[in-house]
């Protein structure tokens, strides 16, 4: 066994030095019972916007602390030792600005075996250990409780979570281990896998007791008190703590083995096999089964020391504050002052795609918003449709009946224009062509102010050739959501050569008031999200029309690691409006995207997969199949790869000569945020550059250093 | 029609008092939040109420500003987790702040209007010092309404000196030792712990639970008293030793209609008698407890030598030994301030009135022999306030026994 006093911690602490340390207090209190119990709280001496994190100076005070209580348990001094947080926060894990530099696979090592040593001294304190779980809790921070004997919670936390995986790495002081010991295999699995993969999901305080992870639960009004309280009652025998969840035996005999089977089928199927680290803690909770909890530290440390100091982890910080901080502060964007007022909002087309916008710029915005299109009755069904689903949103609970009644008063409907006079943000959604959404934006500046902001929601099409016909075009921006509007968090705000400040400051502040991620881009052919997908599908469609079997070309990309198949993404998006992207990016740039006739023949015919009742794919349909026959000059998967991959390389290197947008971060984001792009790939330019694609077509890297991992 | 009923105090907690200022153990605790523990701390010390029972919550403060302002008794209310149903005001009458929520409560039972209420009051005196930011009326001093003096309450205090000769700063001095020492004795056997909410406390070095009282000072002396400053005269007689401090507090007590008190099961520890405020000249605050008992009495029907128990707010020495003298009672009468009193304990101004209900009832528990008690207080611009209260536990064979 690893004896933990035993190693040399020095250049890890060294190479820490710069930490912002959360510091251990320790106070005495005086328990009602006449015990004394020993409260250590964790406090950076920051307030709630910058959480404590557990870097190796903080580790190491915090095991000294507690070193020093276990002498004073030992001579009698006291009589429990608690560990809390200052106001709002226990901890919120490892500080990922010290784990995602570390230089070496053994300073990685040494990260995980200082956080074993430190924390597990929480439960050989030789008196009874509480954890107070008073605020946010994340990683190293619910780990410091599994490492202790009880757990108390308070209800109003902001989030408890062991998101490692979502970051590509695992819970490796403990957690994986200690966890499934405390709550059962399934209830780890979820806490461990599950939720890090449904974007991060977290837990709430009341999630956290129901699961086991804490004893008790208490208001946030006394929390402290009360758990000081129940302390002392475990303390003298007053409370029996019962763990419902706890793994029995027919537990680790039956179910253990078979759930953790279940959970990695269902993994293989919803994520491939490319992300390492959901299926890395799959095989240390496996093993969690059984053995000592020193022998788990161990696999957590060798587990934890591979991914920290390989690439997937490295591209997933980098993608994490790409999401965490870029997305909120957007490259380019003008003084948030010079943003007009929106108090009313039109919504010019009253289809599917437009009544989504009118729903959720009434939900967010909660201003007026009125909807048109060429007749009543197809205004009439855009009505029917947005306020069936504010009635959805009432009887799931989601709206109060007065929120309901305020939604369903400002939303109506005209076929008259002259009711959009006094809206000062009117965005279009009707169909996707040139001449159309011309004559649409014409026609309605005659009858709104001379400022009020006309937003298009065109995909493929030139914003500034659709102002082109307006006495006002510089108050005219591209708006380009993803489908499904209500769910996908971005925004490609497309600032045309005339759009003026104030119009683009507008679009970006409303972007945020209507929750999402706004990346301004240039008004080039397929923005950014578009143009890469089409490249992508471009590519695919013309390794079938040349040959290659679907089989080889559907899995050709699974090195990627997507979230779905270039065929499965087709069908999502629809064969048809697929095949006018394509068209459309080869006509801008025929030299280097495809057309495919074949995907006018597969939209018409109306699949490719061939699928169950319950949608699940079996195959591929066999008349799909016949309508690509023919080619002659077939890939392998690898050629097809390697064609994708540079491909893709060349076509960002040009975006980013041609400044569609700032920097190769914005190309990451709008992938991450508006195609579900993984968090391993860092987007797609962190994964170009570790797989040697950008090297090859341009001679360089996007990203100095590249984001990769180290020896 | 509303119906009299009789009224009860049922139970009444507080936090411990700190000791005000940076160096006091609330300095990073909010005045709003003290009360709510101990509002909290009340409920759970009576188990039978029904939270949407309860009919209104008054909490007083002097300084109603910040984390003190702001309808203290709703906002209280709805920070305790009460149902949005239950209602509640802010109440200010300075040092009698709690006081008057208990008596205009108390009032609102009595005509029949509520059956069970809370009643307290918080002073954060730490974070507000008494008249910060206030901005009296120059009419005060042009058309001389009030002396100069009259908004210094340690001048106020001289003023009882140079009025009654015969109260010397030897027996101001004197009495406060003896409150320091009732107030160990209490402490010593378990008679002041029992009524306190514990409160977690935030410092620069951890969290705490603050458990006791924090301005006591067993250790004072005569000499060391004769010694102390007096910072409201030259060679003047009141001290920060004889008199009561700054502090932080608050304080939570439950008042029912005597039926609704019997439905629920829940024990009346005291029956409210009768009570009163008066006025007095505001340059001489100290003496109001004087009329206002006077006043309190007649209204019950009773005389001073009924009362078996004076649970007196010590905020000066010479104000408890002035309404002493009036009233023909020895300074070291074994029936006032049994537990000692605000000289050791600290006075966050509109938190004192319960504190003073507290001790005077648990004191009723031990003295079956006694029928009546009274809780007094003078209050800042020239005022007292007294409530009479009965001992349900009276026993008149416990009395012939003494």
């Known amino acids: ?711 | 029609m509303a119906e009299i009923s009789e009224v009860v105090f049922v139970d009444g907690v507080r936090t411990p008092f700190g000791r005000a200022g940076e160096k006091g153990m609330y300095w990073n605790t909010r005045a709003d939040d003290l009360v709510v523990k101990a509002i909290l701390g009340l409920l759970e010390r009576n188990p039978n109420v029904p939270h949407d029972r309860i009919d209104e919550v008054a909490v007083a403060a002097t300084t109603q500003q910040g984390d003190q302002g702001l309808t203290l008794g709703r906002t209280a209310a709805l920070l305790a987790g009460l149902p949005k149903s239950v209602p509640g005001f802010a109440i200010d009458r300075m040092c009698a702040g709690a006081m008057t929520s208990v008596t205009t409560l108390g009032s609102g039972i009595g005509f029949g209007a509520y059956d069970i209420v809370i009643a307290g009051g918080v002073e954060h005196m730490g974070r507000h010092p008494m008249g910060f930011d206030a901005d009296p009326n120059p009419r005060f001093l042009s058309e001389k309404i009030v002396g100069a003096e009259a908004l210094n309450m340690g001048s106020t205090a001289e003023r009882i000196h140079d009025r009654f000769p015969a109260l010397t700063k030897e027996r101001s001095d004197r009495y406060a030792l003896r409150s320091q020492q009732k107030v160990a004795a209490a402490y010593a056997a378990n008679k002041i712990q029992p009524d306190l909410i514990p409160v977690a406390i935030k410092s620069e070095a951890g969290w705490g639970l603050a458990t006791r009282d924090e301005a006591p000072r067993p250790e004072t002396t005569m000499e060391g008293l004769a010694n102390l400053r007096t910072p409201f005269r030259p060679h003047g007689r009141v001290t920060a030793g004889n008199s009561s401090g700054l502090n932080d507090g608050a304080t939570a007590s439950l008042l029912a209609s005597g039926a609704v008190a019997k439905e629920l099961g829940l024990t009346a520890k005291m029956r409210m008698v009768s009570f009163a405020f008066a006025g007095v000249e505001p340059e001489i605050m100290g003496i109001g407890p004087v009329p206002s008992t006077e006043k309190a009495l007649k209204k019950a029907g009773l005389s001073i030598t009924d009362i078996g128990l004076f649970e007196l707010n010590e905020a000066f020495a010479v104000q408890v030994l002035s309404f002493l003298d009036h009233f023909g009672i020895d300074d070291d009468d074994p029936r006032v301030n049994e537990y000692g009193g605000a000289i050791a304990l600290g006075h966050p101004l509109a938190s004192s009135g319960v504190r003073l209900m507290n001790q005077l009832a648990r004191q009723f528990a031990e003295h079956p022999e006694v029928r009546y008690g009274l809780t007094a207080m003078c209050v800042g611009l020239g005022q007292g306030g007294t409530v009479i209260w009965e001992n349900p536990n009276y026993d008149r064979k416990a009395k012939k026994s003494r």
């Open chain 1, 1 to 711: 066994m690893t004896n933990y006093a035993d190693i040399d911690f020095t250049d890890l602490l060294e190479f820490s030095a710069d930490e912002v340390v959360t510091h251990s207090y320790v106070r005495d209190i005086p328990l009602a019972s006449g015990k004394t119990l020993a409260l250590l709280t964790l406090d950076n001496g920051r307030d709630h916007t910058r959480p404590s994190t557990l870097g190796p100076v903080t580790l190491l005070e915090y095991g000294t602390a507690l070193d020093a209580l276990a002498a004073r348990a030992a001579a009698g001094e006291i009589h429990a030792v608690a560990v809390t947080g200052k106001p709002f926060i226990l901890a919120a894990g490892a500080d990922l600005s010290k784990v995602g530099g570390v230089s070496s696979r053994d300073l990685a090592k040494k990260m995980a075996q200082l956080g074993h040593y430190q924390l597990s001294k929480l439960g050989t304190v030789g008196v009874p250990s509480f954890t107070f779980i008073n605020g946010l809790a994340l990683g190293g921070g619910v780990e410091i409780g599994l490492n202790g004997d009880y757990r108390t919670v308070d209800s109003g936390i902001a989030a408890a979570a062991l998101p490692e995986v979502f970051l590509g790495i695992i819970p490796g002081w403990g957690g994986a281990y200690l966890l499934p010991n405390l709550i059962g295999i399934e209830n780890a699995l979820k806490v461990v896998v599950e939720n890090p993969l449904k974007n991060n999901r977290t837990l709430k305080g009341q999630d956290v007791f129901d699961l086991g992870m804490a004893d008790a639960i208490f208001g946030s009004a006394n929390f402290l008190e009360d758990s000081l309280n129940w302390a002392d009652g475990v303390l003298t025998g007053r409370i029996t703590v019962k763990r419902a969840n706890e793994p029995g035996k027919v537990e680790r005999l039956v179910k253990w083995d078979a759930a953790i089977g279940i959970a990695r089928k269902m993994l293989e199927g919803r994520i491939g096999t490319v992300a390492r680290s959901p299926y890395v803690a799959l095989d240390l909770l496996k093993a969690a089964k059984s053995g000592t909890a020193e022998e788990g530290f161990e696999r957590e440390d060798e587990a934890l020391a591979d991914l920290v100091a390989g690439d997937q982890f490295r591209a997933s910080i980098y993608a994490f504050n790409l999401v965490q901080k870029r997305a909120k502060r957007p490259a380019g964007a003008p003084d948030k002052a010079l943003a007009k007022k929106v108090t009313k909002v039109g919504v010019i087309g009253a289809g599917l795609m437009a009544s989504q916008f009118a729903l959720l710029f009434v939900r967010r915005l909660r201003v007026p918003v009125i909807i048109t299109d060429l007749d009543q009755a197809r205004v009439d069904k855009g009505l029917d449709y947005i306020r069936g689903e504010i009635a959805t949103l009432l009887s799931n609970g989601r709206i109060s009946p007065d929120e309901s009644n305020r939604l369903n008063a400002l939303i109506s409907g005209t076929t008259d224009k002259a009711d959009f006079a006094d809206a000062d943000w009117v965005i279009e959604a009707v169909f996707e062509e040139l001449g159309v959404k011309q004559d649409v934006f014409a026609d309605i500046e005659q009858y709104i102010s001379d400022t009020a902001v006309l937003a298009t929601n065109t995909s493929s099409l030139s914003v500034e050739a659709i102002s082109s016909k307006l006495a006002h075009p510089e108050r005219v921006v591209g708006f380009h959501f993803f489908n499904p509007v209500a769910v996908m968090p971005l925004v490609e705000v497309v600032n045309t050569p005339l759009t003026d400040e104030a119009t683009l400051s507008t679009a970006m502040v409303t972007a945020a008031a209507l929750r999402k991620n706004a990346v301004i881009t240039r008004d080039t052919p397929g923005f950014v999200v578009n143009r890469i997908l089409a490249k992508l599908l471009g590519e695919a469609m013309h390794a079938v029309d040349t040959g290659t079997p679907f089989e080889v070309v559907n899995t050709a990309l699974d090195p990627f690691g997507l979230p779905m198949s270039s065929f499965e993404l087709l069908e999502l998006v629809g064969l048809k409006v697929g095949a006018h992207v394509l068209d459309t990016h080869h006509a801008a740039f025929p030299d280097r995207f495809f057309e495919s006739e074949n995907l006018h023949r597969l939209a018409e015919h109306g699949k490719i997969f061939e699928r169950d009742g319950k949608g699940k794919i079996k195959g591929f349909d066999k008349t799909a199949v016949k309508i690509v026959s023919g080619g002659t000059t077939p890939m392998t998967g690898d050629e097809l790869l390697r064609r994708v991959e540079d491909g893709l390389a060349d076509e960002i290197h040009r975006m980013l000569d041609d400044d569609v947008v700032h920097a190769a971060e914005d190309i990451d984001l709008c992938m991450i945020l508006g195609a579900g792009w993984p968090f391993q790939m860092g987007g797609v330019t962190p994964y170009l550059d570790r797989v040697g694609a950008s090297e090859r077509v341009f001679g360089d890297t996007f990203h100095h250093p590249r984001i990769a991992g180290v020896a």
